[in-house]
């Protein structure tokens, strides 16, 4: 793994071959603890069963398979969620203005004095009626002097820490299970940048990743397992500058449990340092399915004989589920191709959402 805190690392990774994905991934958990959301802009959707039947032929670009995916929960409720696979021609990224847009959804970056200001735009209308128009801000410190930075020619992915913890206001709009309804956010979030230049069941079995804000700092981990290696990293993070607090050297998982599609996971995760503690309980599932499960997870951490506890985002990725064609009606149910007639359940409010 190629691990960075560069902002100024984050245009589209140029050629990648096939089989290669990048994503630029935004989340955040609101101030009250009753919202949150991930967003992911996509080009080369690792999860589209037409980018994998292409990529099993040898014959596609990344480049042709751009998505966004974008889930509002509210607790551990999905009220609003979308997944759409867009046309190449539907990806823009202006080097000039430090600007993607992906059909009609868009991030830019700015930088004001030592501030990185991320803005999202979002506004869509499903097939089923359900509809979001949403404007958000991401808004943290650049991190001028990395302190994590990890190189390795070897490696095929490459992960970008850009905003480990960061401000994040706006307003969403959302038609969703509940109904309209209008937040206004409040909340602190997390922005990250990934390259993958190989399918990922090739680069790795299984994979962990979760981050926590505490009140000073904010935990990032990750456990990756390969076919003859268990590669890891943990860090306690300061939100005042961006510098390592500290760095575990131990991870254990444990407390595996399958869900109702076999697949099997760790729900507890344990970090040691020399003199820290933090375990992490993958708790509620926000998205449960064949390959991928995202949990709101609750982080327990000793240090300095102090005990703290944190909310924040787990996830699970089994890449080998994602080529099996067993799962791909159930994908076909949730991710739409913007370009082509919907799926029939797509046009329903009630079956889409049971697809949630």
């Given at each position: 793994m190629n691990i960075s805190t560069d902002h100024l690392d984050e245009n589209p990774f140029p050629n990648k071959p096939p089989g290669g994905y990048e994503w630029w991934y935004f989340d955040a958990l609101s101030k009250d603890g009753n919202w949150s959301f991930v967003i992911i802009f996509y080009q080369g959707n690792p999860f589209s069963p037409q980018y994998i039947r292409n990529i099993e032929k040898n014959s596609t670009d990344p480049d042709e398979f751009p998505a966004v995916?974008?889930?509002i929960y509210n607790r551990n409720k999905t009220e609003?969620?979308?997944?759409v696979e867009y046309s190449a021609g539907d990806f823009n990224w202006n080097k000039e203005s430090d600007s993607c847009s992906v059909g009609p959804h868009s991030f830019s970056k700015s930088e004001n004095d030592s501030k990185l200001v991320y803005s999202l735009g979002l506004n869509d209308v499903l097939p089923s009626g359900h509809s979001i128009n949403a404007e958000l801000e991401f808004n943290s410190s650049i991190i001028t002097e990395p302190s994590i930075d990890s190189k390795n020619p070897n490696e095929h992915h490459f992960w970008n820490l850009i905003q480990p913890k960061a401000k994040v206001s706006g307003t969403i709009e959302i038609k969703g299970?509940?109904?309209f309804q209008k937040i206004e956010f409040i909340g602190s979030g997390y922005?990250?940048?990934n390259v993958g230049l190989e399918p990922m069941k090739q680069d790795f079995k299984d994979w962990y990743w979760g981050r926590y804000h505490f009140e000073n700092s904010t935990l990032i981990y990750y456990v990756m397992n390969r076919v003859n290696e268990k590669q890891y990293k943990a860090w306690l993070i300061s939100n005042e500058n961006g510098e390592v607090i500290d760095e575990f050297?131990?991870?254990d998982t444990e407390g595996f449990l399958r869900n109702?599609?076999?697949?099997?996971?760790a729900r507890k995760i344990t970090l040691k340092s020399k003199d820290n503690e933090v375990t992490v309980q993958a708790a509620l599932p926000l998205d449960d399915g064949p390959f991928y499960q995202r949990f709101l997870g609750q982080?327990?951490?000793?240090?300095?004989?102090?005990?703290?506890v944190s909310e924040g985002i787990s996830e699970y990725i089994y890449p080998d589920n994602i080529y099996s064609q067993k799962f791909w009606p159930a994908v076909k149910m949730r991710l739409r191709f913007a370009n082509k007639k919907p799926h029939w359940v797509q046009r329903f409010k009630m079956f889409y959402e049971w697809t949630w």
């Open positions: 995916s974008i889930s609003f969620y979308s997944f299970k509940s109904g922005h990250d940048h050297s131990s991870v109702m599609f076999g697949l099997r996971s982080a327990i951490m000793h240090k300095d004989g102090k005990v703290s």
